[in-house]
């Protein structure tokens, strides 16, 4: 069974940073591709940052490039989201998200595993 747990979300000031992890169990996280997204309040949960199977590509939502890091660390099994110059419109429920296929893709329905969530909280 394939478990997802982020983790890293808190409070930071607008231009402040946060890196979130993501610890896989179940699937190593090279196999197949991973992702993470977020659901600010009243929004649809949309697609932030994603990285390939083995290739490791990457794709980024032009809101969040040059201030995103997508990585990941097949030793611990771990994908983290970098975030630099937060600001507060990116309030948001983050979450991580497992793809059984390992090519790149960025729709929300082309994952099959979901973590539970974490807040980030960015104030101005």
């Known amino acids: 069974q394939v478990q997802l747990v982020e983790s890293g979300g808190g409070l930071v000031q607008a231009g402040g940073s946060l890196r979130l992890s993501c610890a896989v169990s179940?699937?190593?996280?090279?196999?197949?591709?991973m992702g993470w997204f977020r659901r600010a309040p009243g929004k649809e949960r949309q697609i932030v940052a994603a990285?390939?199977?083995?290739?490791?590509?990457?794709y980024y939502a032009d809101s969040v490039k040059g201030r995103f890091t997508i990585s990941r660390d097949n030793a611990k099994n771990t994908v983290y989201l970098q975030m630099n110059s937060l600001k507060p419109e990116e309030t948001a429920v983050y979450y991580c998200?497992?793809?059984?296929?390992?090519?790149?893709?960025?729709?929300?329905?082309?994952?099959?595993?979901w973590g539970q969530g974490t807040q980030v909280t960015v104030s101005s």
């Open positions: 998200a497992a793809d059984n296929l390992g090519p790149l893709r960025i729709g929300e329905h082309d994952y099959d595993y």
């Open positions: 179940g699937r190593t996280v090279r196999r197949g591709g």
């Open positions: 990285v390939s199977g083995y290739g490791g590509t990457t």
